[in-house]
Structure formats: C-alpha cells, structure tokens
C-alpha cells in the first residue's frame, strides 16, 4: 500500500514557476514509477509527466515539454514536479501517482494522491 500527499500548489502569475511536491508512504516508494497527471474543470484527467523507479526514465506530455521538469528522490520518498514558465491552460488540480509501470496511462496508476490546485492568472 502507498499513500500519496501533493503539495505546492497556488495561485502564479503567467510565466511564473511552481514546484509540487508528492510525499510517499510505504518502504516500497522506491520500486514505484511515479507521475503527475492534472484535471481542469470540465475535462478528461490528461498525463503530465512521470518517472522511472530508478529515475533513468523521463516522460513528457507535448504540451509541457521544455517547460516542466520530473524528478525524485527515492531516500526521500519524494517525486518533484518543477513547473516553468506557467500559462494559464496549465490551471488544474495536478495528481501524483504511482504505478508497477511507469505511469503513462491512467490505467497504469496503482494509487493516487488527493491533488492540489494550480492557479495560473493571465
């Protein structure tokens, strides 16, 4: 069993930076591959980003390429989520998951965290 707790969220102004945190319970953080998926009002839950158990393996939606980074730091139980030069359409309730797959799909995450909202202001 993993539990899984967001922080970091808020309101930014457009082009501002965020980073979320994902705080794991459990000694088996560590062979978990980790993600962030996010959900606006009124649409689908989309993938983010995610990360490899060993942390050797990055994934990026095209829409966030360039601008968010995923980390982790497994003597932590931690996976960041550096967000960059924020734009409104990133506004969403962002979710850290964990997954036996790197989670890619929603079908691929195990557990979830409770979300925290990112506000991005125009």
């Known amino acids: 069993q993993v539990q899984l707790v967001e922080s970091g969220g808020g309101l930014v102004q457009t082009g501002g930076s965020l980073r979320l945190s994902c705080a794991a319970s459990?000694?088996?953080?560590?062979?978990?591959?980790m993600g962030w998926f996010r959900q606006a009002p009124g649409k689908e839950r989309e993938f983010v980003a995610a990360?490899?158990?060993?942390?050797?393996?990055?994934y990026y939606a095209d829409s966030v390429k360039g601008r968010f980074t995923i980390s982790r730091d497994n003597a932590k139980n931690t996976v960041y989520l550096q967000m960059n030069s924020l734009k409104p359409e990133d506004t969403a309730v962002y979710y850290c998951?964990?997954?036996?797959?790197?989670?890619?799909?929603?079908?691929?995450?195990?557990?979830w965290g409770q979300g925290t909202q990112v506000t991005v202001s125009s």
């Open positions: 459990g000694r088996t953080f560590s062979t978990y591959g």
């Open positions: 990360i490899s158990w060993s942390g050797g393996s990055l």
């Open positions: 998951a964990a997954g036996q797959m790197t989670p890619r799909k929603l079908e691929d995450c195990d557990y």
